[in-house]
T-cell receptor
Framework: QKEVEQNSGPLSVPEGAIASLNCTYS??????FFWYRQYSGKSPELIMS????GDKEDGRFTAQLNKASQYVSLLIRDSQPSDSATYLC???????????FGQGTRLTINP | DGGITQSPKYLFRKEGQNVTLSCEQN?????MYWYRQDPGQGLRLIYY???????QKGDIAEGYSVSREKKESFPLTVTSAQKNPTAFYLC?????????????FGPGTRLTVT
C-alpha cells in the first residue's frame, strides 16, 4: 500500500461547479496535511494546510480531514478554468521531518 | 526579493557526465530538500538537510550527492551512476521553527540527459 494515495484522474468538472479531490494515507501518526497546486511545467504551490479533524475554509477552498478514516479532501467551490492544474496531497511522516506526496490528481475545469 | 532560486531552469547533459543543480534561499530557513518528479508522478525525496553540515538520504538517493556548507545553499549533484537522470528537480525549504511544517518550493530545474 502506498503511503499517500490519490485518484490520478483526470477529473473533469464544469465551470461553476464544486470540484472534490480525495487523498488517503497509511501512517496513523501523521499530524500535518497539505494540498499543493501544480500548473503544467511549474513547481508546486501550497494552497491549503490542515492539522485537526474537521473543515478548514480559505476563500473558495475547503480542506477536510478525518484522521479516524485516514483521509483528507479538498473542495473547490465555484470552479474556474484557472483552477485547472494537478493537485498534490502531502502528509508529514517521521516527526514531520519529511513530507510524502501522492501522485497527484489532474483537474480540468470546462468552460 | 526573498525566495528560493534554482538554476539553471533547463539543463542538457550527455550521458556519463556529472551535473550540479543549484538551490539558493534567502528565507533564513534551516531545512532544505531535493525532490525529483517524473511525468505524471508525484514527488520523490532524494536528500534533505535540517542544519548546516548535516544531511540525510531520502527514498531515492542512489546516484545523487549533496552538500550543505552554508545555510543558504544546498546543491545537488547528479552523478553518472544515476541510471535515469532525466526529470524535473525541485528544491524546497522549511523553517525549522515553523509549527506547521510547510515546505515551499523553488521554480525547479528540468534536466535532460541524452
Amino acid at each position: 500500500q502506498k503511503e499517500v494515495e490519490q485518484n490520478s484522474g483526470p477529473l473533469s468538472v464544469p465551470e461553476g461547479a464544486i470540484a472534490s479531490l480525495n487523498c488517503t494515507y497509511s501512517d496513523r501518526v501523521s499530524q500535518s496535511f497539505f494540498w499543493y497546486r501544480q500548473y503544467s511545467g511549474k513547481s508546486p504551490e501550497l494552497i491549503m494546510s490542515i492539522y485537526s479533524n474537521g473543515d478548514k475554509e480559505d476563500g473558495r477552498f475547503t480542506a477536510q480531514l478525518n484522521k479516524a478514516s485516514q483521509y483528507v479532501s479538498l473542495l473547490i467551490r465555484d470552479s474556474q478554468p484557472s483552477d485547472s492544474a494537478t493537485y498534490l496531497c502531502a502528509v508529514t511522516i517521521q516527526g514531520a521531518q519529511k513530507l510524502v506526496f501522492g501522485q497527484g490528481t489532474r483537474l480540468t475545469i470546462n468552460p | 526579493d526573498g525566495g528560493i532560486t534554482q538554476s539553471p531552469k533547463y539543463l542538457f547533459r550527455k550521458e556519463g557526465q556529472n551535473v550540479t543543480l543549484s538551490c539558493e534561499q534567502n528565507l533564513n530557513h534551516d531545512a532544505m530538500y531535493w525532490y525529483r518528479q517524473d511525468p505524471g508522478q508525484g514527488l520523490r525525496l532524494i536528500y534533505y538537510s535540517q542544519i548546516v553540515n548535516d544531511f540525510q538520504k531520502g527514498d531515492i538517493a542512489e546516484g545523487y550527492s549533496v552538500s550543505r556548507e552554508k545555510k543558504e545553499s544546498f546543491p545537488l549533484t547528479v552523478t553518472s551512476a544515476q541510471k535515469n537522470p532525466t526529470a524535473f528537480y525541485l528544491c524546497a525549504t522549511r523553517s525549522r521553527f515553523s509549527i506547521s511544517y510547510e515546505q515551499y518550493f523553488g521554480p525547479g530545474t528540468r534536466l535532460t540527459v541524452t
